[in-house]
T-cell receptor, first 113, second 115 residues
């Protein structure tokens, strides 16, 4: 079985400050990890993924994520938050030969001006 | 939202009626998925299909049905047996490589309201 946890339902950060949205996972086999963003009443947009290689993955809109195998984490980060980054963020995982992704419950990010 | 279209964006139905949600993709992806999204519960997988004429139940398939007659299309029918059908429905697709799936691309969603 595979699972993913986003321990924070809500994250607030001031514009210009660094942001972190947390994600931890549990899988059998090698993990394949993904981050998505969702704006109100829209579909999810793919941000970035970790398949193999460098632990720091860079994605769209200045976001990056750090894979930490020992802590089974894949936290999403951005050095300087924008008000337009305010949205719902989802982490997802696929383990080994699993045929589907499992999504976390989402974290609402609010960037305050 | 890429090359995945869902129609309509908003749908209203009376209780007891079946309703079909459309999902079409022009990305040449083999796999397609249907998710249900409720507030505070993230995404829950309803059905998925990796090849034409084949599909598998997800975590919450009861009260739903699908078909995959064409690679580009994966319609979802919400039947009267679904106890609480009001939700936001998302369709997605992905490539399949060596039997494994990678990132999924999502459509804009259909918000279904049943009264």
């Amino acid at each position: 079985a595979q699972s993913v946890a986003q321990p924070e339902d809500q994250v607030n950060v001031a514009e210009g400050n660094p942001l972190t949205v947390k994600c931890t996972y549990s899988v059998s086999g090698n993990p394949y990890l993904f981050w998505y963003v969702q704006y109100p009443n829209r579909g999810l947009q793919f941000l970035l993924k970790y398949i193999t290689g460098d632990n720091l993955v860079k994605g769209s809109y200045g976001f990056e994520a750090e894979f930490n195998k020992s802590q089974t984490s894949f936290h999403l980060k951005k050095p300087s938050a924008l008000v337009s980054d305010s949205a719902l963020y989802f982490c997802a995982v696929r383990g080994g030969s699993a045929r589907q992704l499992t999504f976390g419950s989402g974290t609402q990010l609010t960037v305050l001006p | 939202d890429g090359g995945i279209t869902q129609s309509p964006k908003y749908l209203f139905r009376k209780e007891g009626q079946n309703v079909t949600l459309s999902c079409e993709q022009n990305l040449n992806h083999d796999a397609m998925y249907w998710y249900r999204q409720d507030p505070g519960q993230g995404l829950r997988l309803i059905y998925y299909s990796q090849i034409v004429n084949d599909f598998q139940k997800g975590d919450i398939a009861e009260g739903y049905s699908v078909s995959r007659e064409k690679k580009e299309s994966f319609p979802l029918t919400v039947t009267s047996a679904q106890k609480n059908p009001t939700a936001f429905y998302l369709c997605a697709s992905s490539i399949v490589s060596a039997g494994l799936v990678y990132e999924q691309y999502f459509g804009p969603g259909t918000r279904l309201t049943v009264t």
